[in-house]
């Protein structure tokens, strides 16, 4: 099983960027996938949610700028963040969790939102 991240990176604030992660060795449609986010000294926080079967849910923290979505055909969520603050800076993981109760994460990608 795999999560790979992408898309992490340097933006200005008010700026946007798009995380992916792909996923491998799993069934990808049956599997309720998040993003989380850790900044340095904080606690890990659930950013945003998506089900198999599309519905979502946001941190209040990112409410309105942030959208998560998924392509079951390709095995991909991603995560769209506009209007990026500085207090988004962080490591951005996805994470895959099924009714069983596997859950498996990726390796995590950097977003750093600075002038």
């Known amino acids: 099983v795999q999560l790979v991240e992408s898309g992490g990176g340097l933006v200005q604030p008010g700026g946007s960027l798009r995380l992916s992660c792909a996923a491998s060795g799993i069934i990808f449609s049956t599997y309720v996938m998040n993003w989380y986010r850790q900044a340095p000294g904080k606690q890990r926080e659930l950013v945003a949610t998506?089900?198999?079967?599309?519905?979502?849910n946001y941190a209040d923290s990112v409410k309105g700028r942030f959208t998560i979505s998924r392509d079951n055909a390709k095995y991909t969520v991603y995560l769209q963040m506009n209007s990026l603050k500085p207090e988004d800076t962080a490591v951005y993981h996805c994470?895959?969790?099924?009714?069983?109760?596997?859950?498996?994460w990726g390796q995590g990608t950097q977003v750093t939102v600075s002038s």
């Open positions: 998506v089900t198999s079967n599309g519905n979502t």
């Open positions: 994470n895959g969790a099924n009714l069983r109760g596997d859950k498996y």
